[in-house]
């Protein structure tokens, strides 16, 4: 049992460039989520869906775009990186109400 | 919209002596709670969690937490630090206003924790 995996684990990018940050879960969980990881500034919600087909966005959306089309897979795309999106960018899953949330080991994206 | 707020960017200890990081969350209704660590360079993993039942929780590696509802806190403690808790410790709430808002968590900044020998 994998869990949720997260790849590439580092990425360097060039302003302006496009990527696409992979998700998958092996727990048939519905809910899925990209948080970003700032210093000082916890975790703060990108995107999320709550199943195949339904997505949403969360506190920070711009610049990022998702999809989901099955349910073990949510990638992340970043449309035209910006040094501002330098950060530890994290998926998570989560199975129902107040149950564990379930990360990923994260990417470290790099925009120069 | 929930807010939480952890006192303290960075706590030290010493090796053996009791660790409190504190977490207060702004709700007019308890929401769920949640005590995350990162160790460095990996994802978070859940230390505890209160829903509903027993205000005082307790977790993995001798944490616990307890909730009080009169002064919306949730503070984590451990009576003996050792050097493998150096860590950031993150707070998070659930909002139970929907069933979408119950899956999401809102995070607190996170506490850097070091333990001195």
Known sequence: NAGVTQTPKFQVLKTGQSMTLQCAQDMNHEYMSWYRQDPGMGLRLIHYSVGAGITDQGEVPNGYNVSRSTTEDFPLRLLSAAPSQTSVYFCASVRGRGTEAFFGQGTRLTVV | ?117
């Not at chain 2, 929401?31 to 829903?51: A, D, E, I, S």
């Not at chain 2, 451990?78 to 050097?83: C, I, Q």
Request: glycine share 8%; aromatic share 12%.
């Open chain 2, 1 to 117: 919209a929930q807010s939480v707020t952890q006192l303290g960017s960075h706590v030290s200890v010493s090796e053996g002596a009791l660790v409190l990081l504190r977490c207060n969350y702004s709700s007019s209704v308890p929401p769920y709670l949640f005590w995350y660590v990162q160790y460095p360079n990996q994802g978070l993993q859940l230390l505890l969690k209160y829903t509903t039942g027993a205000t005082l929780v307790k977790g993995i590696n001798g944490f616990e937490a307890e909730f009080k509802k009169s002064e919306t806190s949730f503070h984590l403690t451990k009576p003996s630090a050792h050097m493998s808790d150096a860590a950031e410790y993150f707070c998070a709430v659930s909002d139970l206003g929907s069933p979408i808002s119950a899956r999401q968590l809102t995070f607190g900044s996170g506490t850097q924790l070091t333990v001195l020998p």
